[in-house]
């Protein structure tokens, strides 16, 4: 499965730092790290929650550039502004590529998918709309369905849309798990042609044991066929997670990866 | 869920001497302390693949009569023999009990399912016949419509059938860890009313880091709706494993199972 690092993200602390100071070796360090413990993508998102838009817009230029020079794996371009996903992508080099994200809100899509077909860039599509994450599985898939008549409007093929199911804390309602659960195996079966994407950590939010109840629910998420996932690959307890998981669902031939990752420790 | 422990068991090195020397003290310590761990069923096997058939009996109707007077929890009569079964059954005192097993072959249903309605027990039915464990789910599957024939020519009501969908080793087939859980997900739906009960540790057999492949399974088997589990509960992971899972998909109120354990801890 592919494996989003999300360690680059200046909401987290120490991260901001990086950022600001245009420190580039620590900037390569925190990909290169993450590529090392099983990242296949890089999550990219330098909004401080401060600056202005200009300033967003600079330090994505920035980060991108200077990610693209040394790293070799696809970058996950994060932002909720348009117009900075637009400025991170018009200064990546050949690669693989995703926006993170839009969701079912018009004005968002038609800035977003142009972007998607001009760049050729995949897409992380929140199953959400402008008044927030629905509590059932119907109306996640409405957003869906939207997001779809969007696409086809924009020609984005769907292989580039990676729907997210959200995920809202089992500690306030018991129930989400399942939802997520059971709207991830309905878009498999709605919309085959189209990937799936995931974050793992809201889940178990207000609850102790953390990382436990993240793995459990990322095991079952793989059984249901999650194509990506978005995590820090430095929590071993979640990269387990995923080998084991993948073992045991036949998407890992000959338990290579497993085996390998296995000999390492 | 129900938590079978599968610690009394004759043939792990250490039990037999216990059962051979009759040693009452050590027997009803290893049922407290699974009970303590949190073990709802305990399962008791007395086969030492050494002794007669005389021995046999003798040791179940000791082991039964000696837990029957100490433990409250239900116990689980786990022999290959029906004879040795009947002799479980006929000094077991008044409480939930079950017969570990019978499979799709006539002979042993036939001497199985009447002794399932005359002690008013469970069974473990093992998805199977007389040619072995089914490579495909389908197969498995008429593994328990026979089961189901049988149990209502015997009246045998199929809520007390716990169909277990069999676990082989994913080193030797990638794709067994899928086939179990499909024959799972399918029993739930064609046998609404019938229980589901796996053993864990077939499916790791061969590859480094058991446990941990042991708990991904169980996470998936538990979303899939599986009822109950033979386990050692004195192996952490696999109890931890067991409560997130029932966090995730709902079947622990308000986390209560869950949050003690992790106090306890």
Known sequence: MIIVGENINATIPGIKPVIQQRDSRKLIQLAENQVKNGATYIDVNVGTGQ???RDEIDSMMWAIQTLGD?????LCIDSADPAVIKAGLSVINDREKMI????AEETHLNSILPLAVQYGANVVALTMDESGIPPTVERRLDACRK???YSKKYNVPMENIYFDPLVLPISTDGRQAMVTLKTLSAIKSIFPKAKTIMGLSNISYGLPGRKNINAAFLHMALY??????IINPLEKTIINGVLTGEALIGKDRHFR???RAFRKK
């Open 100 to 103: 993170n994200s839009t969701k």
């Open 257 to 259: 990866r497993y085996s």
């Open 70 to 74: 040394v790293i070799d794996a696809p």
């Open 224 to 229: 249901e066929g999650l194509d990506a996932v």
């Open 51 to 53: 600056g202005s838009r």
């Open 147 to 149: 997001i779809e008549t």
